[in-house]
């Protein structure tokens, strides 16, 4: 129900008829200007940042990642990522290191199914050895960042989760729902809160709690449009609890790529995608 | 008058007057304690630290799926996943590195697979609570090590910093990409112990695609049995499926050995104790023979007289058991180092912290101690209760020894033997596998004989003493018939004293005579099998304190033979093998090439047979104890779990081998490859050109090979000297309780003769007063010392190699075999006599002394 709809019940206010105190239409006019603030629920908020992350499920990206550990040093590392979309929700991901030089041709593929049922696996070229990373690992640490497997995997499955907005705010001049996201699964997290910005329909900010504990938050900044798709060039991720953060700048990002099945392939995992 | 005032008023005053016999009975069953409580403590400790290292190292995991030593493909890790009710399947490999420079202390690794094994594990790398700067850097890189915090405090080692390890591959480096916390596997083994990524670990380790173990959790609901099976039936045969618990039983059986070894010196201990005990409470009452009778007199009933002496025995005895408590934990201290290394070197790295004990343990402890000395006290307690208060204060003469020599106690020692030679009989003919062929049952035999042989002490002193006095005192003119005619009149007394040496030298003389059987048979083995020149290995052959081989590839094979001067090299590996739920040893080598310059020891079969029948085919031969513990016999077959199912092996020879006491199964290098696909070997035996230097060859060795890995050259010569060390050093124990026991012995002695001296202080008067001199008394003294170290030696030399033989039936011939022989030590039979006899005169010095000098005047009017 809109806003519109509400008021366009007419009143009929007759003084000889019945009197209708002028407060109460006034409440009556508060009252619908508050429901209607949340004439979005939290689930459909999501259902647009999902149909804008589908968007840039075809692409390819050049990401810088600094790492900056609890005594302050530093380790950089640059990667490239390639997706493609597939029929429905399926999705494929390759991701390959190029700095620095140990972590050289090391790479991560996902295979999704759908949001729900993915397949992720790690290459080692030392090793020559693929490695199958099972799905409960999700949670944890994406190679020594602050980022989760599930941040950099692709849009999780809304059916597991639960929204509730909370408030609207405004965060670095762009208007957000403030949505409080609560897992029906297991997982690391007890519940997040994410601003998503209006009708840009992507995470400008993002807190992880566990219990009431704020553990981890992050921040993405720096939002462009590529090819009609908003963008955040620059992340931030912090975990409180070890003192560790990670900051990612995204060089280069290309959408709406074609690129062939077989680049997202285990044999191409070991050929670095080359 | 009750119980506690007598104890206050009567006892405490004489408690005073007799501190040095007081402290020669509280030590007696300190020691009997203490040897009885380092056993349990030690027992205890290695089983609790071994279970906890398990423990820490399964973590959740329910089961283990394991094959044989060499490890097994990784590929059946794929089928266990698929196994359904299985939550989590993870690998797991277990090898030792040790530190190359430094403090080369030996490590544990454990390889994992980092991305899922927290799923079983208390730990992840991804964890919070892990330090691991760079958690990809740790997985990309092959040379990543995590270690504890603990070690790297030890060690002097930061993160990132390279650290240089002998590993199968010779010495590696690493770089330390992270410290653990002490939980879950950081905790075992004292923290010596390294996290590695499993594909790293196969990398860096040779292990090829082979993996140790699977841990195996459930999910939630499902049946432990039934899982087993479900698992069972999907791999193929010869795979171990079992809960970590069985890891523990088997390292229990390792520790049967030391607990029977110990367990046999406790036994002795105690009954020393109980001797000393008699002993003390014997002269007690017959030094206070006047005031039993003046307590008699004011009425005293005999009841009490009894209750008095077993009251002040108990608290004495209380005391010697609570010391002995103590006493059994440094006793624990020394002796824990020694086995936890045996479990080190077959199980997995263990290090005790604290030691464990249990209350339960403790209580019986001191429970026996204390019973033993009161029934040690029951019959010179009941003696004292006969003593007619007439006789007592009128001072008229009392001896036991008419009890000590009667009839009943001639026949109980003569029941005692007879039934130590029964409960023998029953040991040697009761089924493997029958309660009766346990060390309890040998234990018995043995406290039968020593118990009948010691009631024979009395009669024994009497025919010694007879005996001296016919034939030898008359050469020693006036000294030795009046120490004969001393030592005859106080028959009971003085044959408690040479019970206890009797003990201690029977205690000293088995021992002897076991470790010199041992020695001798191991020496004569270890010739017969050992032709070698040089023994190369990664480790040093005979390394103590933690310190364990690194297999080194066959690869080397072909540059040590290229060494100038070395004629011949050859592999031997030590694997083991689960054969009817015990670990046996596999003998591994080239076994055409061994016999044509080792004779070796066969007791079924020859050296032909086994060069005919056992190279390149799946023939092996056993040990003797492998053989008479399972029944085996020459041309039998035995089934052994191989990575690819069970293979049949058919036995060709029965041989002699002291290698292990579980079991010896010798096998060719090349069949065991072929089964096992393991080329790894812990030591290269090398000969030697004819006319060549050994000691060039071996520079040369090192020269070559020494800087990739560190390497020992070892001539032959000097490794079989240091067997001959570790052996004798791994008896320090058993002999430092049999000294203590023959000291303490030896105190008895003092104190029967300081009674003794007292006893005759009138006739002393006497004897100075009519003339004679000062130095006769003194020769008195020390002759009639000397005869009862003689009487107690010459019973406990006797006795000591009956026990040792049977020792050796009971704990070593069923583990080694018939072949090997009891040898008697001619020297130590000969020593224990002399030592017997000299010290018993030593301790008879101060007696001597007192007696000397007695003042003629006060002894004449001594009452």
Known sequence: MSRFSILGCRLRISDERRHIPTWSVVLLILLLSVTSVHAMSGREVYEKLHEVAKKTLDHKMDVSMTLFDKGGGTRNRSLVAYAKRGDGEAYKVLVLFNTPPDLKDVGFLVHAR?????????????????????????????????????????????????????????????????VEVTPKIHRKFTRYVSWVAKDLWIHLKIEYYQEKELYREGEFTEVRMVDDIPTAFKGLMANRKTGHKTEFTLEDVQYHTSFPDDLFTQRSLERAGK | MNLGNLLRHVSLKHIRLQRAQLFIAISGICLGVAAMGSVDIVNKSVIHSFEDSINHVTGRAALQITEGESGFSEKILELVQNVPGVEYAVPVIETNANFSGGSERSLMILGIDVLQDHKIRDYSITDETADIPDPLLFLAKADSILLTRAMAEREGIKMDQEIRLQTVLGIKTFRVRGLLDPEGPAKVAGGDIAVMDIYATQMVFGKEDRIDRIDVSF??????????????????????????????????????????????????????????????VSISVVQRRKEIGILRALGVQRSEIIRLFLGETLVVSVIGSLLGLGLGFVFAKLTIGVVTQSITDMYLKTSVGDLAFSWMDVARDAGVGILASLAAAVLPAVSSARITPISAIRAMPYSEDGILLGTKIKVASALCIFLSALVFAAYKTADVSSFVRSSATMFASVILLMLGVSLFTPVFLKWSTTFFLRYLSPRLGVGGRLAGMSLQKGISRNA??????????????????????????????????????????????????????????????????????????????????????????????????????????????????????????????????????????????????????????????????????????????????????????????????????????????????????????????????????????????????????????????????????????????????????????????????????????????????????????????????????????????????????????????YPARRAAKTNIVEALSYE
């Open chain 2, 496 to 845: 408690v004293a040479v019970a206890a040496i009797f003990f201690s030298i029977s205690l000293f003389v088995s021992s002897a005579n076991v470790v010199n059987t041992l020695r001798n048979s191991l020496f004569d083995w270890l010739d017969s099998i050992v032709r070698a020149d040089i023994l190369v290995s990664s480790g040093h052959p005979l390394a103590t304190g933690g310190s364990p081989f690194i297999p080194m590839p066959l690869e080397m094979l072909k540059e040590l033979e290229e060494i100038p001067g070395v004629l011949s090299a050859e592999p031997y590996r030590k694997a083991y093998l689960s054969y009817k739920g015990r670990k046996i040893l596999v003998d591994v080598f080239d076994v055409g090439l061994r016999m044509e310059y080792c004779p070796g020891m066969f007791a079924e079969g020859t050296r032909e047979d086994v060069v005919r029948l056992v190279p390149g085919r799946n023939n092996i031969f056993v040990n003797e104890g492998l053989a008479a513990r399972y029944g085996i016999k020459l041309g039998d077959s035995l089934f052994f779990p191989t990575p690819n199912g069970p293979v049949r092996f058919g036995v060709a020879a029965i041989a002699v081998s002291y290698s292990s006491d579980s079991g010896v199964v010798g096998m060719d290098i090349n069949t065991y490859r072929q089964h096992w696909h393991d080329s790894l070997v812990d030591v290269y035996e090398l000969r030697v050109k004819p006319g060549e230097d050994i000691s060039r060859v071996r520079a040369a060795i090192l020269e070559k090979m020494g800087k990739e890995r560190k390497l020992f050259a070892l001539d032959a010569a000097e490794f079989k000297e240091e067997v001959k060390k570790m052996l004798n050093r791994s008896f320090v124990v058993t002999n430092a309780v049999n000294i203590i026991t023959l000291l303490i012995a030896g105190f008895g002695i003092v104190i029967t003769l300081l009674a003794s001296v007292l006893e005759r202080t009138r006739e002393i008067g006497v004897l100075r007063s009519i003339g004679m001199k000062r130095a006769q008394v003194l020769s008195v003294i020390i002759i009639e010392s000397a005869l009862l170290g003689a009487a107690g030696g010459l019973l406990g030399s006797t006795t000591g190699l009956l026990v040792g033989w049977l020792e050796l039936e009971a704990f070593f011939r069923s583990d080694f075999g018939a072949s090997i022989t009891y040898q008697i030590h001619y020297a130590s039979v000969a020593w224990a006599i002399l030592l017997s006899v000299g010290f018993s005169a030593l301790a008879g010095f």
């Open chain 1, 114 to 178: 759908t949001f729900a049922d993915r397949d992720l696996w790690a290459y080692f070229p030392e090793f020559k050895k693929i490695r199958r990373i099972p799905t409960s690992s999700q949670d944890d640490s994406f190679f020594g960042t602050d980022f989760s497997y599930d941040d950099f995997g692709g849009p999780a499955n809304l059916d597991d989760y639960s929204f509730k907005i909370l408030k609207e705010e405004v965060l670095d001049g762009k208007p957000c729902f403030v």
């Open chain 2, 219 to 280: 999910l939630p609901g499902e049946a432990l049995d039934t899982m087993k099976e479900r698992i069972q039936h999907v791999l193929p045969e010869g795979y171990t499926v079992d809960t970590p618990a069985a890891r523990t039983r088997q390292v229990e059986v390792l520790l049967d050995r030391f607990r029977k070894s110990m367990g046999l010196i406790s036994l002795m201990a105690v009954f020393v104790g109980m001797y000393l005990i008699y002993n003390a």
